[in-house]
């Protein structure tokens, strides 16, 4: 069974940058999906970012609209981990973000399902100040 450990939640200056990331435990086969959420109080978990990879070289990436052209995906297989580079934040960046995996392809819509992932990592905490 897959567990995800997260790291690199801190406080941050507005326009500042953070790089998160996911390692996980256990086997991880070259297809999989891997993917950010972020969860901020009174509203809806939300898909930040997603990367999923039928085997070795077909990979496919998405964001959400708030967050595309600030933050980027990527993966490093060997160390099994994921990872999220967040640039030129702002407050409402501030929130829980979740890494999430699940040993399969999904389709490109399904890529913000939550109920497709397996398993997820505890969440961190990122807050934005002023």
């Known amino acids: 069974q897959v567990q995800l450990v997260e790291s690199g939640g801190d406080s941050v200056p507005t326009g500042g940058s953070l790089r998160l990331s996911c390692v996980a435990s256990?086997?991880?086969?070259?297809?999989?999906?891997w993917a950010w959420f972020r969860q901020i109080p009174g509203k809806e978990r939300e898909g930040l970012a997603a990367?999923?990879?039928?085997?070795?070289?077909?990979?496919?990436?998405t964001y959400a609209d708030s967050v595309k052209g600030r933050f980027t995906i990527s993966q490093d297989h060997a160390r099994k981990a994921v990872f999220l580079q967040m640039d030129n934040v702002t407050k409402d960046d501030t929130g829980v973000y979740f890494c999430?995996?699940?040993?399969?392809?999904?389709?490109?819509?399904?890529?913000?399902?939550?109920?497709?992932?397996?398993?997820w990592g505890q969440g961190i905490q990122v807050t934005v100040s002023a």
């Open positions: 999430a995996f699940w040993g399969g392809w999904l389709n490109s819509n399904e890529a913000f399902n939550e109920k497709r992932y397996t398993a």
């Open positions: 256990g086997t991880i086969a070259r297809t999989r999906s």
């Open positions: 990367l999923l990879m039928n085997g070795a070289t077909d990979t496919f990436i």
